[in-house]
């Protein structure tokens, strides 16, 4: 089956520890996303991929950290330093590199709340 | 990328046709009309898009007025597993570009 897959589906961490959501994808697309969503908002881009070992920041960045070792991969890192990280966190892929770029298509989610 | 407007809330019986509606009088020359759909709790999933010419799928067809200021999503023979929150996003195709959601109409398919 193709798609992405996120993990876990959902996230306890206490206040003041780093974690991180896996993203995966066998789609065979150079560009990966972040994207949060609150309740009853719609989505804010945190990162985007456009190709393996390059990454930009989107409009919330701060507090968050990623890294695109590999095509298939783009893992995000929750740090402390993120003073509202509960939410429902999204990533999306889409074929293209730079310029023009595919559809894309997201992954189930990851709900992390901070306890 | 353009503003889009939809209603906020729209109700179908089963069965029938969804007719969703989505304005986006500023939409430029190079920007696509995506639809998304999600459906609580879960990803939001790819529906359909177009530039200028009606496109039909699997899933939906979408129809684009002449002037491109505004389209319908229809659902041709909507089921209860159609209720979501639909959005309409215009948007260039262009890896950074931000995939905006606005408010959507959420859909309630009705037995």
């Known amino acids: 089956d193709g798609g992405i897959t996120q993990s876990p589906k959902y996230l306890f961490r206490k206040e003041g520890q780093n974690v991180t959501l896996s993203c995966e994808q066998n789609l065979n697309h150079d560009a990966m996303y972040w994207y949060r969503q609150d309740p009853g908002q719609g989505l804010r881009l945190i990162y985007y991929s456009q190709i393996v070992n390059d990454f930009q920041k989107g409009d919330i960045a701060e507090g968050y950290s990623v890294s695109r070792e590999k095509k298939e991969s783009f893992p995000l890192t929750v740090t402390s330093a993120q003073k509202n990280p509960t939410a429902f966190y999204l990533c999306?892929?889409?074929?293209?590199?730079?310029?023009?770029?595919?559809?894309?298509?997201f992954g189930p989610g990851t709900r992390l709340t901070v306890l | 990328d353009a503003k889009t407007t939809q209603p906020t809330s729209m109700d179908c019986a089963e069965g029938r046709a969804a007719n969703l509606p989505c304005n986006h009088s500023?939409?430029?020359?190079?920007?696509?009309v995506y639809w998304y759909r999600q459906i609580h709790s879960q990803g939001p999933q790819y529906i359909i898009h177009?530039?200028?010419n009606n496109e039909t799928n699997e899933m939906a067809s979408l129809i684009i007025t002449e002037d491109r200021k505004s389209s319908t999503l229809i659902l041709p023979h909507a089921t209860l597993r159609d209720t979501a929150v639909y959005y309409c996003i215009v948007r260039t195709p262009y890896t950074g570009n931000m995939l905006t959601f606005g408010g959507g109409t959420r859909l309630m398919v009705k037995p």
């Open positions: 177009g530039l200028k």
């Open positions: 500023t939409i430029s020359g190079n920007e696509y």
């Open positions: 999306a892929s889409s074929s293209g590199g730079t310029g023009i770029t595919g559809t894309q298509y």
